[in-house]
C-alpha cells in the first residue's frame, strides 16, 4: 500500500479531520517527488533491530534519533505543541520522520501553494526538504508515535511563514523551477 495524499479544501473545520476536496483530488507519489518529499514503508514491529532502517540511516546519515509520542496525557505541553506544529512553517534542515504507531497528517504546499495532505500510518518514513512549507498535525484517533531523525545534532527550530528570506528557502523555490 502506497502512501494517500490529496489536495486539500479550505473549510475551517477541525484539523484532524481528513479535509478531502469533493470530488477528491489525489495527489500522487511522483507528485510528491517533485517536491522534495520521499517515502518508505518499514516493519515498524522490528524498528529497534531492523536492517533496512539501518541502512537508510547510514546512507543518508541520520545519525540522531528520538521517539516523540504524541497525546494528550504523555507529552508535556501537549495543546501548545499541537498548535505549533500546525502553524505553517519550514526548517533549515530536512525534517525526518518515521511512524510507529498511530497515524497522522503532514501537509506540504505544493509549487502552486496548495495544500496536500499527507496520511501517515505505522510504518511511514517521510523526508520533508529543508525550506518547505509544511504544518503536522494528529487526525481524529489523536495518537501517534514517532521516531526523529536527524543528520547530525538536532536543530528542532521553526522558522513560522514568512520565512522567504533564508537563503535555504531561496535553494528550495529554486529546486522546484529545476526538477
Ligand atoms: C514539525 O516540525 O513539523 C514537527 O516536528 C512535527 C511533529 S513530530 C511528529
Ligand atoms: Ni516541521
Known sequence: MSL??????????????PHRLSPD?????EQLQQLGVFHWKLNADIYETDPELQQIRTDRGYSYMDIITIQKDTLPNY???LKMFYEEHLHLDDEIRYILDGQAYFDVRDKDDRWIRIAMSKGDLITLPAGIYHRFTLDETNYTKAMRLFVGEPVWKAHNRPADDFNIRQKYVTSLRES
Open 4 to 17: 494517500q495524499a490529496w489536495y486539500m479544501d479550505c473549510s475551517p473545520e477541525d484539523q484532524r479531520k
Open 25 to 29: 483530488q489525489p495527489a500522487s507519489l
Open 79 to 81: 495543546e501548545e505543541k
